[in-house]
């Protein structure tokens, strides 16, 4: 079936440091939403992308929409402990379907 | 402006016994999404509602139903409960009309032990 592939799968990152995460899809997407989620929490919406070549950025997040429409960029500049969790992407394939896919997930932890 | 509820946030039952899952979308959300998400096989789509239909269905069996009621409130049942059932189910809920792809916002998730 339909998959997002995320990568890397975890990273662990300094303090401060920037960090970069990525998902790729096998056919075209033209929403592209970031999540990040707590243990034992739901996904918490972070930056939603809706056009080919698109950045948008949240705080020290930026994302991007690529242009082939299948994959998506995030950016987590100047990392904080705070920002330990799994980073997921998603959205609905295609057109007309409100069948959303999600990715394997990015595992980030922060070494203080 | 409350977020998605759900309920009961913990649930533990025994293999054969069915459950119900409770979902309160974000006031004014008409349209309600479940997934399921496990360790092993992540985020998986469940079924989506608006206006009361259900107008997507993810590759689960007969056993995981769900309904939505006239103020979007959401319900879903799975009957006949399994060992692999157990897992984080995820309600999300979004503004979403006609074929415009809006943002989902989650609540906390029911997580459901089967023994």
């Known amino acids: 079936g339909q998959q997002l592939n995320q990568s890397p799968q975890s990273m662990f990152i300094q303090e401060g440091e920037d960090v970069s995460m990525n998902c790729t899809s096998s056919s075209i997407f033209n929403t592209w939403l ?5 243990p034992g929490e739901g996904p918490v919406l972070l930056i939603a992308l809706y056009k080919a070549g698109e950045l948008t950025s949240n705080g020290r997040l930026t994302a991007q929409f690529g242009i082939t429409r299948k994959d998506s960029f995030l950016n987590i500049s100047a990392s904080i402990p705070s920002d330990v969790g799994i980073y997921f992407c998603a959205g609905p394939p295609g057109s007309g ?3 959303y896919i999600f990715g394997t ?5 922060v070494l203080a | 402006k ?15 016994q069915q459950v119900t899952l409770s979902c309160s979308p974000i006031s004014g959300h008409r349209s309600v999404s479940w997934y399921q998400q496990t360790p092993g096989q992540g985020l998986q789509f469940l079924f989506e509602y608006f206006s009361e239909t259900q ?3 993810g590759n689960f069996p007969g056993r995981f139903s769900g309904r939505q009621f006239s103020n979007s409130r ?6 006949t409960l399994e060992l692999g059932d157990s ?4 309600c999300a809920s979004s503004l979403a009309g006609g074929l415009s792809y809006n943002e989902q916002f989650f609540g906390p998730g029911t997580r459901l032990t089967v023994l």
């Open chain 2, 55 to 57: 107008r997507n269905k």
């Open chain 1, 34 to 38: 970031w999540y990040k989620q707590d």
């Open chain 1, 97 to 99: 379907t409100y069948k």
């Open chain 1, 105 to 109: 997930g990015t595992r980030l932890k």
């Open chain 2, 2 to 16: 409350a977020g998605v509820t759900q309920t009961p946030r913990y649930l533990i039952k025994t293999r054969g």
């Open chain 2, 87 to 90: 897992a984080l189910y995820l």
């Open chain 2, 74 to 79: 959401s319900e879903m049942n799975v009957s």
